[in-house]
């Protein structure tokens, strides 16, 4: 937080929005419930340890989906399990989010054809709100989808409908493709 | 030539040797229920012909001081549609006292088939008998706890199948991609 580096006077007194400072504090607090379902889990587990230190986000599993915000759902979904990823995702309190991480999750990857015991994408049950591309996705890719997330939360306020965050939020987007060029030139 | 290949392709590494003897030993016991041994060099193996002496043989196979094969390594489903039938492969070794070891194969018909279950002679047989169920259909006769161990209780049809279709919907939810 800029602010809080900046020599604040006048007794301390800042004057922002009620959305600011809400949406400040739920996308700087981000508990997800934890629990992985395949190799997905491992790199999210590695995520969540001290290389990569997710808690620097704020950050941190929760074993109880009433205290969590966020569902990481980070492996592959059997039709077996679906039904309990509904059960548990009913039980998370709103405003609730939903991030699937790797490609089983996103459309049942490898088991999109001949795995019949494979749910082929958990948004056929919950509803989805950021993607996460991989095989596993490296645990850099998985802080990417957080951030997109916390992105998501910014979008959010008073009278302000999911759907309308996420349109802003789609407005925002940036050409990933144009990024990577750019990059590339510039270590060329 | 000719004989020449053949006599080179009858030379059997010392491991089938071994096998060979076990398996005389149980076809001097049980004479046209078990099939001709089969030298296949990856494993070794004999079918059991007439499968209702499958339990009497496998108990003989566990217990007799020749033989001892005390450890069932695996046991897998197979699915023979052109011969209409279902059958599964126990992989047996034995543990502590001989360095033998055999696969037996017990077939039974496709439809409504039942095969002897040999759950109280090797216990690994037990789940794995119940994942030959859940897969291929088979039922395995006397099994202390018949139930699908992998897929939900509730599936339609035996995945493992060469003719399997999967099913449309699972509680309301599409299975296909």
Not at chain 1, 156 to 165: C, K, P, V
Not at chain 2, 79 to 99: F, T, W
């Amino acid at each position: 937080m800029g602010l809080l580096d900046a020599n604040i006077s006048n007794r301390n007194v800042l004057v922002t929005s009620v959305d600011n400072v809400m949406n400040w504090a739920r996308l700087s607090s981000l508990w997800p419930m934890g629990f992985g379902l395949a190799c997905c889990a491992i790199e999210m587990m590695a995520t969540n340890a001290s290389n990569y230190d997710l808690e620097r986000f704020g950050i941190f599993p929760r074993s109880s989906p009433r205290q969590s915000d966020l569902m990481i759902v980070a492996g592959t979904v059997t039709m077996k399990m679906a039904e309990k990823v509904v059960t548990l995702y009913e039980q998370m309190p709103e405003p609730r989010y939903v991030l699937s991480m790797g490609s089983c999750s996103n459309c049942g990857g490898p088991y999109w054809n001949h795995g019949y015991h494979v749910l082929k994408g958990v948004d056929r049950v919950i509803p989805v709100d950021v993607y996460v591309p991989g095989c596993p996705p490296r645990p850099e890719a998985l802080i990417g989808g957080l951030m997109k997330i916390q992105e998501l939360v910014r979008m959010e306020g008073l009278g302000i409908s999911r759907q309308d965050a996420l349109k802003k939020l789609a407005e925002k987007s940036v050409d990933a493709q144009q990024v990577i060029d750019q990059v590339r030139r510039a270590t060329a | 030539m000719d004989n020449g290949m053949e006599e080179a392709g009858n030379i059997m590494p010392a491991a089938v040797l071994e096998s060979k003897a076990a398996y005389d030993i149980i076809r001097g016991r049980f004479g046209d229920a078990v099939s001709e041994f089969d030298a296949n060099p990856t494993m070794p193996f004999f079918e059991v012909a007439d499968a209702s002496k499958w339990v009497d043989i496998a108990l003989f196979m566990r217990d007799d001081a020749r033989l001892k094969f005390n450890y069932m390594a695996c046991l897998s489903g197979v699915d023979y549609m052109e011969q209409e039938q279902l059958g599964i492969v126990c992989n047996l070794e034995s543990i502590g006292h001989y360095p033998h070891r055999i696969a037996v194969k017990v077939k039974c018909r496709r439809e409504g088939g039942s095969i002897p279950s040999v759950a109280c002679v090797w216990h690994t047989a037990n789940w794995h008998e119940r994942e030959a169920y859940d897969m291929y259909g088979m039922t395995f006769e006397g099994h202390p706890d018949l139930r699908r161990i992998l897929c939900p209780e509730d599936w339609t049809g035996f995945p493992l199948r060469k003719d399997y279709q999967v099913q449309e919907t699972y509680h309301g939810i599409k299975v296909p991609y």
